[in-house]
């Protein structure tokens, strides 16, 4: 008995060190970014100044828009490949090229992002040099983020068709619908939670990558993981902390809003197996 409470309170102890080791720095950033010292991790007392440097840093409004226009059209399109990649891995098991086409398209996920990054890059500066064009920026960036996303939204939504059960498909077809519409009105219903997931997925990706975007921007084209690398390099600035503090708060915003969301559907869901199994 005592050796099973020591091993239970051990467990906790170690829990609890992992959780404080991951939080606990994200804590400490809140904190000081209210303080109103210039250095980043001395409490000055408290003070919104650099809040309101934040609001008024135009260049960190530039790169925080560059940034969402990227990461929003490269999770479009990566979940628009990602979904035409996984529908033929699973609903075409056999056909010539499989394993070439499936390690094509699982190799980002296991190939350092810096072979990928340089490789994109020389190739797009060889295309650049015969047809002039593409010129590195938004563009570069986009085909980036899209060849990486695509990767995880495969394997996210090939986990969604794998688990669907084919005899909708089936019933759809024995009651007259053709291909097309046996997708679109069948399967793409039942697969969009997978495709909303496989969405943010990808959308935070290429919110937060540095490496890829480092490789493949260009002049006038510095999203916002670049802005704050760059910084971080010449001097921690305050502003960052404070930057860091707003993405948190809509972060936890979005997760908390999201669980109220899930626990409210799920209690009415179960509400309406009760009144069901009172009938």
Known sequence: MITTAAGRWTSRL??????????????????????????????????????ARLVGDADIRRALWLSLQVAAASASGAVVLGLLAAFTLQRFPR?????????????????????????????????QRATGFPERGLLTIWLGHVLVGMAYATVVISARLR????????????????????FFLVTLPLISPSLLA??????????????????????????????????????????VN?????VVAVVALCVAGS??????????????????ARQ
């Open 14 to 51: 170690w829990l609890f060190a992992g959780l404080a080791f991951l939080y606990l720095p994200i804590v400490s950033l809140v904190v000081f970014s209210f303080s109103d010292s210039p250095v980043p991790n001395v409490w000055g007392g408290f003070s919104l100044r650099w809040y």
């Open 95 to 127: 056909f010539r090229g499989r394993m070439l086409f499936s390690g094509m398209v699982s190799a980002p996920l296991v190939m350092p992002e810096v072979i990928v990054g340089l490789s994109l890059l020389l190739m797009l500066v060889s295309v």
């Open 163 to 182: 688990d669907l059960n084919p005899q909708y498909e089936e019933a759809a077809q024995d009651l007259g619908a053709r291909p097309h519409q046996v």
């Open 198 to 239: 496989a969405w943010l997925l990808t959308f935070t990706l290429s919110l937060d990558d540095v490496v890829m975007s480092a490789f493949l921007s260009g002049p006038g084209a510095t999203t916002l993981p670049l802005v704050i690398f760059s910084r971080a390099r010449l001097g921690l600035d305050p502003a």
């Open 242 to 246: 404070a930057l860091a503090t707003v």
């Open 259 to 276: 669980s109220y969301l899930i626990a409210r559907r799920e209690r009415r869901h179960w509400l309406e197996q009760q009144a069901a």
